[in-house]
């Protein structure tokens, strides 16, 4: 039986294209990305948990990218500039193709995102800790004097939080925030473009794992 509004088979088998790694990893990135904004000088606890947690899941993903199944290897979907440009000059005109995994563009924005991810848990885990600045030279030291006082509680001065207000690893910190923010809205738009599209729900393909069986034309 032929769905009237997608066109296709509404009877046909689903396949399965996201193990359930890749979509724990996914949800549980969102959720925890989220906590962190949310809880960013608010509630400092949370905000540093929740940014252990986003690197432990991109580092998850690092290793998942060459030991996961098919559509969530790095060799599976991962392309060069030359097939990104010529995807996103495709989108353009109305005529980029189906991907039953991640398509060139969506391919490109999960390494930036995994780059700009890893750098802000990086600034982030640097500024809790002044011995860990020290330990690298060719980084702008940024150390005040509040990190002698040892009396400070244990989220304020001491902690760097207060101390680095200013300085050039916390802007450093927050630029990579913002920048990551701004990604995920591109995400956001790209996948209900390519919901729209290709007529198919992305959003509850991650979440079931299942999409419709490539068409003639498909990337399989």
Same mark, same amino acid.
Request: negative net charge; without cysteine.
């Given at each position: 039986?032929i769905?009237?509004?997608? /066109?296709?088979d #509404?009877?046909?088998?689903? &396949?399965?294209?996201?193990?359930?790694?890749?979509?724990?990893?996914?949800?549980?990135?969102v959720?925890a990305f989220?906590?962190?904004?949310?809880?960013?000088?608010?509630?400092?606890?949370?905000h540093?948990?929740?940014?252990?947690?986003?690197?432990?899941? &991109?580092v998850?993903?690092?290793v998942?990218?060459f #030991?996961?199944s098919?559509?969530?290897?790095?060799?599976?979907?991962?392309?060069?500039?030359?097939?990104?440009?010529?995807?996103?000059?495709?989108? $353009?005109?109305?005529r980029?193709?189906?991907?039953?995994?991640?398509?060139?563009?969506g391919?490109?924005?999960?390494?930036?995102? $995994?780059?700009?991810?890893?750098?802000?848990?990086?600034?982030?885990w640097?500024?809790t800790?002044?011995?860990?600045?020290?330990?690298?030279?060719a980084?702008?030291?940024t150390?005040?004097?509040?990190?002698?006082?040892?009396?400070?509680?244990?989220y /304020?001065?001491?902690?760097?939080?207060q101390?680095d207000?200013?300085?050039p690893?916390?802007a450093?910190?927050e630029?990579?925030a !913002?920048?990551?923010?701004l990604?995920v809205? $591109?995400?956001?738009?790209?996948? &209900?473009?390519?919901? &729209?599209?290709?007529?198919? !729900?992305?959003?509850? #393909?991650?979440?079931?794992?299942?999409?419709?069986?490539?068409?003639?034309?498909?990337?399989?």
């Amino acid at each position: 039986m032929i769905d009237p509004a997608s /066109g296709h088979d #509404a009877g046909a088998a689903m &396949v399965r294209v996201w193990d359930p790694l890749v979509r724990v990893f996914h949800w549980g990135l969102v959720a925890a990305f989220a906590t962190a904004w949310l809880a960013a000088d608010e509630v400092q606890p949370v905000h540093e948990l929740a940014g252990y947690t986003v690197a432990s899941l &991109v580092v998850f993903r690092l290793v998942w990218g060459f #030991a996961g199944s098919r559509h969530a290897r790095f060799a599976q979907f991962v392309t060069g500039p030359a097939a990104t440009l010529a995807y996103l000059g495709a989108m $353009l005109r109305g005529r980029e193709r189906r991907y039953l995994g991640h398509n060139p563009a969506g391919a490109a924005m999960i390494l930036v995102l $995994l780059l700009t991810l890893s750098g802000t848990a990086f600034t982030g885990w640097l500024m809790t800790d002044p011995a860990r600045q020290a330990r690298l030279p060719a980084l702008p030291q940024t150390l005040a004097p509040a990190w002698a006082d040892d009396d400070e509680d244990d989220y /304020g001065e001491a902690d760097g939080w207060q101390g680095d207000t200013d300085g050039p690893l916390r802007a450093a910190h927050e630029t990579l925030a !913002n920048l990551t923010l701004l990604l995920v809205a $591109l995400h956001i738009f790209g996948v &209900v473009l390519a919901s &729209v599209r290709h007529r198919e !729900n992305l959003v509850r #393909a991650m979440l079931t794992g299942d999409k419709r069986p490539a068409d003639p034309g498909d990337v399989a």
